[in-house]
């Protein structure tokens, strides 16, 4: 089965800051995995995915991740954070199960940016 | 092309009712899936419906079911409602073909109060 683990519930950064946020998956055959954002009182909104090719991939809002196959990691990354990136970022993997699929989520780590 | 789009946004029900939550999904998009996201947590699956039918489903109860419409919209049915099914309510829209998902896009939510 997979999983997610994010290491951190919490980050708590300054505007400017760089921040990295973990995540660990367990490992299978094929992986695709994902970050969305969660802004207060909204749903989910896609930043960006790993599916193949290049293992550094990167959102339009300056965010990057990269796909560590040895380490079994995809930590989300920004040099420079600004206030209006204060939001929940959640880590998801894709499983199959039967003949559908379903995304498999971490616990979330809530960044906060402050002034 | 318009999103996803979920109703009621918020809702009050009382412990043992019943509650129809709704989800019209993206134009081109024929698959719907569910996901109960707790406060603090992350979301986890529900089930999925495709081409009307359910072709997924996760650790849930039979208390909790679904539909699916021809036009692809799709409602989550949650009978004798318990304190812990309060949470978000998530709707996925996706293009399935082959067993794949490519691309989930999220609604807003609905938030489920049991009291």
């Known amino acids: 089965a997979q999983s997610v683990t994010q290491l951190d519930s919490q980050v708590p950064v300054f505007e400017e800051a760089p921040v990295e946020l973990r995540c660990n998956y367990s490992?299978?055959?094929?992986?695709?995995l994902f970050w969305y954002v969660q802004y207060p009182n909204q749903g989910l909104q896609l930043l960006l995915k790993y599916l193949s090719g290049s293992t550094l991939v990167e959102s339009i809002n300056g965010f990057e991740a990269e796909f560590n196959k040895s380490q079994t990691s995809f930590h989300l990354r920004k040099p420079s954070v600004h206030i209006s990136d204060t939001a929940e970022y959640f880590c998801a993997v894709r499983r199959h199960q039967g003949g559908s699929e379903k995304l498999v989520f971490g616990k979330g780590t809530k960044l906060t940016v402050n002034p | 092309e318009t999103g996803v789009t979920q109703s009621p946004t918020h809702l009050i029900k009382t412990r043992g009712q019943q509650v129809t939550l709704r989800c019209s999904s993206q134009?081109?998009?024929?698959?719907v899936s569910w996901y109960q996201q707790a406060l603090g947590q992350g979301p986890q699956f529900i089930f999925q419906?495709?081409?009307?039918?359910?072709?997924g489903r996760g650790n849930f109860p039979p208390r909790f079911s679904g539909l699916q419409f021809p036009n692809y919209s799709s409602e989550l049915n949650v009978n004798a409602l318990e304190l812990d099914d309060s949470a978000l309510y998530l709707c996925?829209?996706?293009?399935?073909?082959?067993?794949?998902?490519?691309?989930?896009?999220f609604g807003s939510g609905t938030r489920l109060t049991v009291v």
């Open positions: 996925a829209s996706s293009l399935a073909g082959g067993g794949r998902n490519y691309g989930y896009t």
């Open positions: 419906y495709y081409r009307e039918e359910e072709n």
């Open positions: 134009s081109g998009h024929n698959t």
């Open positions: 490992s299978s055959v094929s992986v695709y």
